[in-house]
């Protein structure tokens, strides 16, 4: 008689070829999962970059919509001491426009993304105002002379401004009179470099109270 060709497989082979089988519906499945994972990432992906231009659209609208290139409105009201303070509303949007400000030098405002630096930074030539004025956001003493001022005296105030982070100079010729020291919504004009107004101004403003953004930084910014 001839041998069986169809003689039943022993039971370890049944079992190889289970775990074959097994092993073969397991890697299906998980080309499955990861074909679905990825269009979730994608779909993810696509979402995340339409909500992105979204919110850059809307926020481009914003800064259009206040960002009018103005500085503000109001008045100074002097005190005691001199020291003008600006009554009414400093608006604080970031434009890429100049500005038109109600004062000179401004005191507060719309201003441009990009402070100026002021860790104790003395400028040979005039710089923007819309620089300037975000650094007074950040808590810095502006010091500002026309060529009515005494060399002296700049020189003077120039010394005091390199030794005093949160401060910065520049020539103004724009001003009513010839040595400005001004802060966010502060001001005060003064007679010299040896003016009691000096210290007092550079005492109470140097991220004074009125700072908008207490601690944000006076480096990084432009230099002139």
């Known amino acids: ?82 020291v003008r303070t600006w009554s009414g509303k400093l608006s604080r949007t970031h434009v890429s426009t ?12 719309n201003h441009n993304p ?3 630096n002021c860790n104790g930074d003395v400028y040979k030539e005039p710089v923007r105002d819309e620089n300037a004025v975000h650094a007074l956001e950040h808590g810095a003493v502006w010091v500002t002379y026309t060529e009515k001022a005494k060399k002296a005296d700049v020189d003077a105030l120039a010394a005091k401004v390199k030794r005093t982070p949160y401060s910065l100079m520049s020539p103004y010729a724009d001003q009513d009179a010839p040595l400005i020291l001004s802060a966010w919504g502060h001001q005060v004009s003064v007679k010299s470099a040896a003016d009691p107004e000096v210290d007092k101004f550079f005492a109470a403003y140097v991220q004074g109270k009125q700072t908008p953004e207490p601690g944000a930084s006076c480096t990084g910014g432009v230099m002139k």
């Open 1 to 82: 008689m001839g041998t069986d060709q169809h003689t039943p497989a022993s039971p370890r082979a049944a079992r190889i070829e289970e775990m074959r089988r097994a092993e073969r519906a397991r890697a299906r499945r998980n080309r499955v999962l990861a074909v679905a994972a990825s269009v979730v990432v994608v779909a993810g992906l696509v979402v995340g970059g339409v909500a992105l231009v979204r919110s850059q659209s809307d926020s481009g609208k914003d800064t259009a919509a206040n960002g009018d290139a103005k500085g503000g409105s109001g008045h100074f009201t002097t005190g005691a001491d001199g």
């Open 98 to 109: 100049k500005v038109t400000y109600p004062m000179h030098p401004p005191v507060g405002g």
């Open 114 to 116: 990009v402070w100026l």
